[in-house]
Structures are given as structure tokens and as C-alpha cells.
């Protein structure tokens, strides 16, 4: 039996989130989780995908690079107003509508 090339999880995630469309529901997807970490892993996979890393970020948001490094990662608690230009280096704008009761 022949065996076929596998890929990683994370590698087939990357090569989805480079589409801004599958990004976008991504990043809407993680924000819905109630551990407000989800989104900010959501949101450094969306950056890989993008080939955005954290020096590129920070030149074009002017947050500083080891701010970003925390801000992204798992125990991040972030603000908004770093959340956004890192959001807008992206090409993405935050929105806000209507809740819908599960």
C-alpha cells in the first residue's frame, strides 16, 4: 500500500487562512468562543497565513514588537486599541451586529 503525503493541521489551516474570505469567518468564529485567548490565536495563525510576522506588524501598526509578541500570545490580554491596528495590517476593519441567542 502506498502511502500519501500527509500535511499537518496547522499547515492545511495556514494555506486555508491565506483566502480573506475563510479568514474573516476564522476570526469571527474564534470571537463567538468564550475564552477571548481563542481569538488571539485565531488571530496569529490569520498573521502567518498572510506572511505577516510580528516585525512586519509592528512597523505597520507602530506597536511596539515586543508588546505584539505579548499581545498575541496565549496569556495576551490585549486592548482594543492594540487589537485594532493589528486588525486593520490586515486589511480587516472590527465590526460590530446583532447577537443571536443560541
Do not use: C, W
Not at 475564552?35 to 506588524?57: H, M, P, S, T, Y
Not at 498575541?72 to 443571536?100: C, D, E, M, W
Amino acid at each position: 500500500m502506498k502511502k500519501r503525503p500527509t500535511t499537518s493541521y496547522q499547515e492545511d489551516l495556514i494555506k486555508e487562512l491565506q483566502d480573506p474570505t475563510e479568514a474573516i469567518a476564522y476570526l469571527n468564529a474564534a470571537l463567538m468562543d468564550e475564552d477571548a485567548r481563542i481569538f488571539l490565536v485565531a488571530l496569529k495563525n490569520v498573521l502567518e497565513a498572510q506572511g505577516l510576522g510580528i516585525a512586519d506588524v509592528a512597523k505597520v501598526t507602530k506597536l511596539n514588537r515586543e508588546n505584539l509578541y505579548r499581545i498575541l500570545s496565549k496569556r495576551g490580554n490585549p486592548k482594543l486599541t492594540s487589537i485594532i491596528p493589528v486588525l486593520h495590517s490586515l486589511g480587516f476593519n472590527l465590526a460590530i451586529q446583532p447577537y443571536r441567542h443560541k
